[in-house]
């Protein structure tokens, strides 16, 4: 069992579920007490005929159910594989992994905006800091498998990267020690400008930014000189082009992170109404791993 060979080998959790075992028992008693929560919630809702606790009972404890989950995330096995890890049927395996990624999103903001989105003042007062820096802005795309209907084909084909894809934007902090925003699944060929604009609406408007050329044209958003037809760039403007790029490669380095998870790197494979929901829980979990959230204990 996956659960007691890291319970074994605590060190190794990190190469196996992509955060630290540190990190894992404290998502363990965030999931817990959140799924103890809804289950009373939705307990206070029913009216019983038979006691509680009839039925079959599950194979797998809650920190069994959880580690499965994050499990899927990091290495993306095939859900019967999955199933033959955690000694259950792969449908109990499919099941166990839709029922806990809900739940896991929910204690695992994606964003610093959106930890504090529920609080106006706090909100506020995060735009206001952030105007202190220049924010790093950068987009990635990920394979999705080509619908059958033609339409589709075409709202989704990529011509830059010659396959259907689904393009998200990360905006991080200097030093790449945040993810501030993230917009998640829109369709492959849209403009990375158009996608920048639409987050730009979440920050001050004197917010100042740091992107690459597919962000040329955009306001307070610098990006490289970009070399005019026979002509080269000056000594000046390959200097302040080699700058850029230094402060640049931290935001490359947080979406590293995020294809740590191998759902979030190789050609998405479940349902695409899933998407948005579980990589902004990668998200979450990147924020988990780098140190920028911290979890109640």
């Given at each position: 069992m996956v659960f007691d060979y890291i319970e074994k080998y605590p060190l190794r959790t990190k190469q196996i579920l992509g955060v630290s075992y540190e990190q894992l028992q404290s998502l363990l008693k965030c999931a817990l007490k959140r799924h103890q929560d809804i289950k009373a919630k939705q307990e206070s809702h029913k009216i019983r005929i038979n006691a509680a606790g009839g039925g079959r009972p599950e194979k797998l404890s809650t920190e069994e159910q959880v580690c499965l989950c994050l499990f899927y995330l990091r290495q993306m096995p095939t859900f019967q594989v999955l199933g033959m890890l955690f000694g259950i049927s792969k449908t109990e395996a499919n099941d166990t992994f839709h029922n806990w990624i809900p739940i896991l999103r929910d204690i695992l903001p994606a964003s610093l905006l959106e930890q504090v989105s529920n609080n106006e003042s706090d909100f506020l007062f995060v735009q206001e800091v952030l105007t202190n820096f220049r924010l790093l802005v950068d987009s990635l795309e990920q394979p999705i498998y080509r619908d059958?209907?033609?339409?589709e084909q075409q709202k989704y084909f990529s011509g830059k990267k010659r396959q259907h894809t689904l393009k998200s934007l990360m905006i991080g902090i200097p030093e790449g020690k945040?993810?501030?925003?993230?917009e998640v699944g829109v369709p492959g060929p849209t403009a990375?400008?158009?996608?920048?604009?639409?987050?730009?609406?979440?920050?001050?408007?004197?917010?100042?930014?740091?992107?690459?050329?597919?962000?040329?044209?955009?306001?307070?958003?610098?990006?490289?000189?970009?070399r005019k037809p026979k002509r080269e760039l000056t000594q000046q403007q390959k200097d302040e082009n080699k700058a850029l790029s230094s402060n640049r490669i931290f935001i490359e380095h947080l979406i590293r992170f995020l294809k740590i998870f191998r759902v979030a790197r190789e050609r998405f494979r479940l349902k695409l109404d899933t998407y948005e929901l579980i990589i902004l829980t990668v998200c979450g979990l990147v924020r988990l791993r780098i140190g920028s959230l911290v979890l109640p204990t």
């Amino acid at each position: 069992m996956v659960f007691d060979y890291i319970e074994k080998y605590p060190l190794r959790t990190k190469q196996i579920l992509g955060v630290s075992y540190e990190q894992l028992q404290s998502l363990l008693k965030c999931a817990l007490k959140r799924h103890q929560d809804i289950k009373a919630k939705q307990e206070s809702h029913k009216i019983r005929i038979n006691a509680a606790g009839g039925g079959r009972p599950e194979k797998l404890s809650t920190e069994e159910q959880v580690c499965l989950c994050l499990f899927y995330l990091r290495q993306m096995p095939t859900f019967q594989v999955l199933g033959m890890l955690f000694g259950i049927s792969k449908t109990e395996a499919n099941d166990t992994f839709h029922n806990w990624i809900p739940i896991l999103r929910d204690i695992l903001p994606a964003s610093l905006l959106e930890q504090v989105s529920n609080n106006e003042s706090d909100f506020l007062f995060v735009q206001e800091v952030l105007t202190n820096f220049r924010l790093l802005v950068d987009s990635l795309e990920q394979p999705i498998y080509r619908d059958s209907d033609q339409k589709e084909q075409q709202k989704y084909f990529s011509g830059k990267k010659r396959q259907h894809t689904l393009k998200s934007l990360m905006i991080g902090i200097p030093e790449g020690k945040d993810i501030v925003e993230v917009e998640v699944g829109v369709p492959g060929p849209t403009a990375d400008i158009n996608l920048f604009r639409k987050s730009q609406e979440q920050f001050d408007k004197s917010q100042l930014f740091s992107g690459d050329k597919g962000f040329q044209g955009g306001e307070n958003i610098t990006t490289p000189h970009k070399r005019k037809p026979k002509r080269e760039l000056t000594q000046q403007q390959k200097d302040e082009n080699k700058a850029l790029s230094s402060n640049r490669i931290f935001i490359e380095h947080l979406i590293r992170f995020l294809k740590i998870f191998r759902v979030a790197r190789e050609r998405f494979r479940l349902k695409l109404d899933t998407y948005e929901l579980i990589i902004l829980t990668v998200c979450g979990l990147v924020r988990l791993r780098i140190g920028s959230l911290v979890l109640p204990t």
